[in-house]
């Protein structure tokens, strides 16, 4: 059975993630085509989004063909390994269509029930933006890094002054209560960023750029690698109350400040009438 050590496992993925990236990249100059909808007309998957999961879930089977793999575009596949992948091809789809560079590969390794996030622990997470050829990654207990450099979340910044990154879901219904629930909130922070590819969003957290992170509606493939990235820069990336992060709520950032941003996010989400 092949090693499970996390910077083996992160050497891997980085190597996929790179090169997946490039494929998007090439695919994005020669133009987009929108293969098909998913949950709404809004909710768009591209032939480049197929090719890219086909293309990374075929390297990583080649390198560890015991593993399992979970991926957005297509079925899952359970292991024998104890480890299985959870891959977005291209996260920030949207952006991707309309070329607004900002959109991501996404790769992590995890240990866990294939089918319960809650038990997971990640071990390896790389995320690359293409376009401006950075690449994120984190090994379990082996630090984040932005290239070589050493990322650590911020510090010591209190909730009014600080940059809090977030996103809104496909359904429209459901779009107009979390736009409920940032009104609420502007007006108690800096300010408010939504870049549209929650991968890079965690990673701006871990980097600095942005000081926390609060978003409804995320899948596993979408958090599981940048969520890592988070913790080894030193922060906190979790639900409400200390859950695991995920479709509910995930929240990013030094604990300090989540410990602010987290009644009032519960409570904004509870006024709007989202379930919790």
């Known amino acids: 059975m092949p090693a499970t050590d996390p910077a083996e496992l992160l050497a891997l993925a980085r190597s996929i993630a790179v090169d997946a990236g490039e494929l998007i990249r090439r695919r994005r100059a020669e133009g987009v085509t929108v293969a098909a909808t998913k949950s709404t007309p809004q909710d768009v998957v591209t032939f ?23 991926g957005e575009e297509s079925d899952a596949t359970p292991g024998r390994s104890g ?54 990654s984190a090994s379990h207990g082996g630090g984040a890094h932005l290239g070589e450099r050493a990322l650590a979340v911020n510090t010591d910044v209190a909730l009014a002054q600080a940059l809090v990154g977030t996103g809104f879901a496909y359904s429209a219904e ?26 890079l969003d965690l990673c701006s957290v871990a980097a600095g750029r942005l000081d926390a992170y609060a978003e409804r509606g995320l899948n596993p493939w979408d958090y599981a690698a940048g969520a890592l ?44 009438g989202l379930p919790l």
Request: hydrophobic residues 45%; aromatic residues 8%.
């Open 174 to 199: 459901l779009r107009v209560k979390q736009g409920a629930v940032v009104t609420g909130l502007v007006g108690r922070v800096r300010d408010i960023r939504r870049a549209g590819s929650a991968a």
């Open 48 to 70: 480049a989004d197929r090719e890219s999961e086909d293309y990374i879930r075929g390297r990583l089977a080649e390198a560890r063909p015991d593993d399992g793999f979970f």
């Open 229 to 272: 990235i988070v913790r080894e820069a030193g922060g906190v990336a979790a639900g409400f109350a200390g859950a695991a992060p995920g479709s509910v709520m995930t929240l990013a950032g030094d604990a300090a400040l989540l410990a602010e941003l987290e009644p009032l996010v519960f409570e904004l989400h509870r006024n709007a």
């Open 83 to 136: 480890i299985t992948w959870v891959v977005d091809p291209i996260d920030g789809t949207v952006n991707y269509l309309y070329d607004i560079p900002a959109y991501a590969v996404s790769i992590a390794a995890v240990e866990g029930d294939p089918a319960d996030p809650s038990t997971w622990t990640t071990l390896a997470g790389c995320v690359v933006n293409p376009v401006l050829g950075e690449v994120f």
